[in-house]
């Protein structure tokens, strides 16, 4: 009987370690829901509802990141753009009074080549006070680039093998209906 007691501590360790090892190898199998999903639609009809996977929620997270800071730096631009359509519609007034034609005769008023001149420096002067923001603009859109193309390969791999035509994410912030089809849908 003494043999036996000594054995049952270690038959329970055994049986304790192999059913929390089990219950680990059982549990490795399911997904977590993380509340991201890619819901695949074909004519407005849900076709899949699809996990996202974690290099794809770290792009679409990193993605969503780029474009708050792409909003940030579009406002210096969005500051001045009503200054640079002023310009652009005067410059474009001004060109078709400095250069009248007609069947027989080129007429160029070279006053109102003067004052377009005028307004195209003005112009050149206000885009070169905000080159960095639009160099800021282009660096940011080429980042946006490299995550989107990204995207769009895991974003391939994992819809491989199903036929769709919109994809809708939904994320834990962001819960789109998985079915139907508006006219002003994001669709990403």
């Known amino acids: 009987m003494k043999r036996l007691n000594k054995k ?3 038959i329970l360790l055994l049986t304790l370690g192999l059913t929390a090892a089990l219950t680990g190898y059982s549990q490795a199998g399911q997904e977590t829901d993380t509340g991201y999903s890619l819901n695949l639609l074909k004519d407005c009809q849900l076709v899949k509802t699809l ?3 974690p290099e794809l929620i770290t792009l679409h997270q990193e993605l ?3 474009e708050t800071l792409m909003t940030s ?3 210096p631009i969005n500051a001045i753009s009503a200054k640079i359509d002023d310009y652009s519609q005067q410059i474009e007034q001004l060109s078709v009074l400095a250069v009248q034609e007609d069947e027989n005769n080129l007429h160029i008023d070279k006053s109102y080549l003067a004052q377009q001149q005028v307004a195209v420096d003005a112009l050149n002067q206000l885009i070169a006070e905000h080159q960095q923001d639009f160099d800021a603009l282009e660096q940011q859109g080429h980042q946006i680039s ?3 193309h990204d995207f769009e390969r895991e974003m391939k791999t994992v819809t491989q093998g199903f036929d769709y035509d919109h994809i809708r994410i939904s994320s834990p912030g962001n819960d789109h ?3 139907g089809c508006e006219q002003s849908a994001n669709f990403l």
């Open 146 to 148: 490299k995550i989107a």
């Open 73 to 75: 730096l579009e406002l």
């Open 177 to 179: 209906s998985a079915t």
């Open 64 to 66: 969503q990141q780029q």
């Open 51 to 53: 996990p996202m996977t």
């Open 8 to 10: 049952v501590p270690v």
